[in-house]
């Protein structure tokens, strides 16, 4: 017996044709066959997921309030979780058990999940290929010469694998949605501030986001509603009330209006990346939507406003791995001046080496105004655009990313090359705005492709309704990659 | 500004930033590090004249709650994640500060 969604596991555990504990060990031996393959998980965890789930069963009294009642999920590892290793992908976290769960973990036990392991990722989710993590690539389930996309990439390959019905991710960037159309399942980036970042690990502050993966809309609103709304330990979460989402999910999409920006997405992108946007916004038209042509003048910008600002605020987040207090110490050090400089060197991949550098440059004296100030102001503008676009549309439509899954290796050695994967992801994030991604169409290869729909500030009910409709009525989220 | 990251340049920002970099990092790490601060130096063309930045994307402030005493965390798991640390007396422990 096998159940592939959050929704059907909680119907089917609550209705008494399974139990917790049958479907973590459902989740556990899928991992066991599918991971040896991929590489999806850095830690799993058994032992403590059965007495989860045994704890659970017996508990009958808690079933009709447990939302995610024995749902096996996922954590991506830069995403604390007690007692549990936590290394973000990072040999200077190696070894790390944090003492504390992060607010979105503790939420997901409150809903009823079990946690049953933690994730691969790009260190502290910084690529977007999952080639940057210290513990070894995770493969495409598609196409296992492929990249899962990233930083969530080890989430959204276990997802996608169908090894269990839900994992988190982080997005700085685009770190939910890109991988997650990559690998052909849903992924989301809530509104900045809508879930709290109290156990993420910091990359950049102000734009930092957990976000859910699943298989279907549905199960990610689910996910969504289970860890949002406010918390007094991150006073950046929002103190706004998460509706119930899915009471959005009506399947009815007449007269929403849809923009889509035209003028950035043709350069750059795949012919095939278009052809299944297109076929995609005609699907949106047949179900009742209006597409219309929305201006959004300075996206073209927003790569290199997004580098300037994460890379700045990730040099000041980073500067907390020092080799004294948790993880990774070089051996050996004569003087503690000496011990940092060479944990850090050790410790820290090439990748957040060059961040790391580069936001030092741009905050150090002298240059703050010419790069930390101007990208905040280019940001500014960033957000006017959408502010704009959005008094005439309800959603933007675009390619969640401008290629199908590249090969691992491809663009390791250009930095830029594998910046510009997220050009299509960074806008919503600099803007703080709520998008998703839906799978739209396959390849002639096989290789999933994403359509994003991005919402207004808080607005999430709006793009699950519309992307529940597109994958009631299209066929990619039911399709799975060959095991 | 530098068009391009002398060897100078990059040791000084690796002093800010504490990190010893091998000569085989400096070699990789000049030239693209150049490479990606020309890319984002095109941000500079743009008009910014009177435009506000942002810090915060919803441009709100941080809300005030009760100050209440909450427990902290246990100081014998803290320290015992520490590299090093002396978990008998509950301290961590560095190299001396002085060479």
Known sequence: MAFDTAAEIVHAIRSGQTSAVEVCHDALNRIRRGDEALHAFLEVTADIALNRAAALDTARDDWDRLPLLGVPVAIKDNICTQRIPTTAGSKILSGYRPPYNATAVDRLIAAGAVIVGKTNCDEFAMGSSTENSAYGVTRNPWAHDRTPGGSSGGSAAAVAARMLPLALGSETGGSVRQPASLCGVVGVKPTYGRVSRYGLLAFASSLDQIGPIATTVADAAALLEAIAGPDARDSTAANTPVPHYAEAL???IRGLRVGVPRKIITAGTDREVLEAFDQALDVLKEQGASIQDVELPHSSHA?????????AEASSNLARYDGVRYGYRARNAATLGDMYDRTRDEGFGPEVKRRIML????????????????AQQVRTLIRRDYDTAFEAVDLIAMPTSPTPAFKLGERT??????YLAD??????NLAGLPALTVPCGMTPDRLPIGLQL??????????????DAFERVTPFARSRPQA | MPADFSSDDLLRLARLARIELTEAERVLFGPQLARILEYARTVQQIDTA??????HPLGTSAPMRPDTRLPSLERDEVVAQAPDADTQAGLFKVPRVLG
């Open chain 1, 250 to 252: 009506t399947g009815d």
């Open chain 1, 303 to 311: 790569i290199p406003v997004y580098y300037l600002l994460a890379t």
């Open chain 1, 359 to 374: 936001g030092t440059y741009v905050l150090s004296s002298g240059y703050y105004d010419a790069y930390y100030l101007k």
């Open chain 1, 413 to 418: 050695a250009d930095p830029i090359k594998m």
């Open chain 1, 423 to 428: 050009v299509f992801t960074v806008g919503a």
């Open chain 1, 454 to 467: 991005t919402g207004r500030l808080m607005d999430e009910a709006t793009m699950f309704r519309a992307a």
């Open chain 2, 50 to 55: 009177g435009v506000p930045p942002t810090s």
